[in-house]
T-cell receptor, first 114, second 119 residues
Framework: AQSVTQLDSQVPVFEEAPVELRCNYS??????LFWYVQYPNQGLQLLLK??????LVESINGFEAEFNKSQTSFHLRKPSVHISDTAEYFC????????????FGTGTKLQVIP | ETGVTQTPRHLVMGMTNKKSLKCEQH?????MYWYKQSAKKPLELMFV???????ENNSVPSRFSPECPNSSHLFLHLHTLQPEDSALYLC??????????????????FGPGTRLTVL
């Protein structure tokens, strides 16, 4: 079975500063990796995903994540955060075969300070 | 309405009440999911329906009873709940590429959730 670890439950960062949200996974087979974002009082939305090909994936709002197989990591980064990025971010992993069973991490709350 | 909707958004119920949560997806998907989101815990997958057939029941207590009358609607019937069942209940949908053997690459689309409080 696969698992996901997000060690940081909360990350405070000043506006316009860079941020990295850490995600590590464990699996005995090849995985697909996702980052979801949850804004206050809303459901989760897909931010970006790695399926295959280039190990660096980007979202439309400036976030990027890099798949590192040797370190089993999929950290999320943004070079300059905005107030509107304040939300909770969930890393998730799925494997091929069997319906779409996704394993989520515990989430990291990003608090952008003006 | 677009995307995935859930009603009600907030629900307070006593331990002896019976209530139902409703989810509707307007995306033409063929798989739907119920998740439980509790503070400081990972999202817990409760039930999965693919083409209206339940394909997963993740050891959920029988006081939670799902129903999927068609590919667009999903219900979660609640009865004799416990205070520890208080949580945010999220519904999601996806386009499963195969009925029982997905590719693992499908994106799930979530509703806003129902905040349930059990007194």
């Amino acid at each position: 079975a696969q698992s996901v670890t997000q060690l940081d439950s909360q990350v405070p960062v000043f506006e316009e500063a860079p941020v990295e949200l850490r995600c590590n996974y464990s699996s005995s087979v090849s995985v697909y990796l996702f980052w979801y974002v949850q804004y206050p009082n809303q459901g989760l939305q897909l931010l970006l995903k790695y399926l295959s090909g280039s190990t660096l994936v980007e979202s439309i709002n400036g976030f990027e994540a890099e798949f590192n197989k040797s370190q089993t990591s999929f950290h999320l980064r943004k070079p300059s955060v905005h107030i509107s990025d304040t939300a909770e971010y969930f890393c998730a992993v799925s494997i091929s075969g069997g319906y779409q069973k996704v394993t989520f991490g515990t989430g990291t709350k990003l608090q952008v300070i003006p | 309405e677009t995307g995935v909707t859930q009603t009600p958004r907030h629900l307070v119920m006593g331990m002896t009440n019976k209530k139902s949560l409703k989810c509707e997806q307007h995306l033409g998907h063929n798989a739907m999911y119920w998740y439980k989101q509790s503070a400081k815990k990972p999202l817990e997958l409760m039930f999965v329906y693919s083409l209206e057939e339940r394909v997963e029941n993740n050891s959920v207590p029988s006081r939670f009873s799902p129903e999927c009358p068609n590919s667009s609607h999903l219900f979660l019937h609640l009865h004799t709940l416990q205070p520890e069942d208080s949580a945010l209940y999220l519904c999601a949908s996806s386009h499963a590429t195969k009925m029982t053997s997905g590719s693992g690459t499908d994106t799930q689309y979530f509703g806003p959730g129902t905040r349930l409080t059990v007194l």
